[in-house]
Every structure is written in C-alpha cells, then in structure tokens.
C-alpha cells in the first residue's frame, strides 16, 4: 500500500521561498511517476509539477514555471521535493504529493498533472503567502 506523507509547508512573505518534501514509502520509484497539486479555498485542484524520473522529464505548470522545482530522490526511501521560490500570495493553496502507476512516456506527456490519472495522494500541506 502506498504512503504519501508532506511536510515543509507554512507562512511566509511574498518573495519568499519554501521547500515541501513528500516521503513516500510502500513504492518502488521505477513503477511510479509522481506530481504536486494545490488547492485553495473554492477552487478546483491544480497540478503545478510532475516528474517521471524513469524518463528524466519534467512538467510545470504556466503559473509556477521558473519559480517551482520538482526533484525526486531515490534510495532507502522515495523521496520528493518542492522547491518553491519568489512565491505569490496566489500560491497560497493546501499543497499534495500524488504517484500513479507508471505509463509510457507519450502518455504521460499528454497529461502529466491530471488529477484523475493518480492514485495515491498525501494529506497535504498548507503554504500561505501574505502580500
């Protein structure tokens, strides 16, 4: 059974910076690709980043690209990161880690961050950006 757990969230001013981390256990990181979502208050979930570590791609959302870095580290454990710079108070949002099972390549390019093709999800954690 896969485990996904957050941390790394909290408060911070408006150009400030964030680490999150996803530690995830009960997955081998060759049979998964992975991706963080957000959601805030009366929105829908969004996915801002994903990584398919098998193929060394990554995909970031419009909104997020050039500030927000994903990195995934395979050992021991699995391990995900969310770098997050020069955060804007729009990226204020309870923020999860998700895996799905692995695809082919081209498959996952067409929809790397639909919330509908994961299956295993986090609790989240809150990051909130004050103006």
């Known amino acids: 059974q896969v485990q996904l757990l957050e941390s790394g969230g909290g408060s911070v001013p408006a150009g400030g910076s964030l680490n999150l981390s996803c530690t995830a256990s009960g997955i081998h990181y060759a049979d998964i690709s992975m991706a963080w979502f957000r959601q805030a208050p009366g929105k829908e979930r969004e996915g801002v980043a994903a990584?398919?570590?098998?193929?060394?791609?990554?995909?970031y959302a419009p909104a997020v690209e050039g500030r927000f870095t994903v990195i995934q580290h395979n050992g021991e454990r699995t391990l995900f990161y969310l770098q997050m710079i020069n955060l804007k108070p729009e990226d204020t949002a309870m923020y999860y880690c998700?895996?799905?099972?692995?695809?082919?390549?081209?498959?996952?390019?067409?929809?790397?961050?639909?919330?509908?093709?994961?299956?295993?999800w986090g609790q989240g954690t809150q990051v909130t950006v004050s103006s």
């Open positions: 998700a895996t799905r099972r692995r695809t082919g390549l081209e498959r996952w390019r067409q929809r790397p961050a639909a919330a509908d093709e994961y299956n295993s």
């Open positions: 990584i398919f570590a098998s193929y060394m791609d990554t995909y």
